[in-house]
């Protein structure tokens, strides 16, 4: 039997696959649900969720700098022109979500303010509700 060398045949076939499985994934993925016009955090247009029982990312007074999920938590960082609005803020952010975690937090911050201290933190959770604490007095 001749010695037939394989090697570069299935590397090119590993690179193909590679390269196609690649292309599939970006031609299948999902449009972003909820679109934001340009970079500008403070933009005043908000566009519709197309599932309808998403939170809107953001609107006039306020809008999410950061999110993040992890064993059935989800925390939600926000500025805000009035922090004092933080539980109509975090009831709007946490009514079409809260079925699928066990918390969920909601930080507010003025908006502007880098500091790590937010001004409020509603806390959500299926046994106590929605639960506020206040930093900035």
Known sequence: MAGINLGWAIRLGLVTCVIALAAINWAVRREPAVAVGGTDPSATSVSVSERGNEPLLVNESWYIRNMATAHGAFVIEVEADDP??????????????????????????????????????????????????????
Do not use: C, F, H
């Open 84 to 137: 004092s609005q933080a539980e109509a803020i975090a009831r709007t952010l946490i009514e079409p979500i809260k079925d699928d975690y066990d918390e969920v937090l909601v930080y507010v911050n003025q908006r502007g303010d880098d500091s790590d201290l937010p001004a409020r933190r509603m806390q959500w959770t299926p046994s106590q509700g929605y639960v506020e604490i206040t930093y900035d007095q």
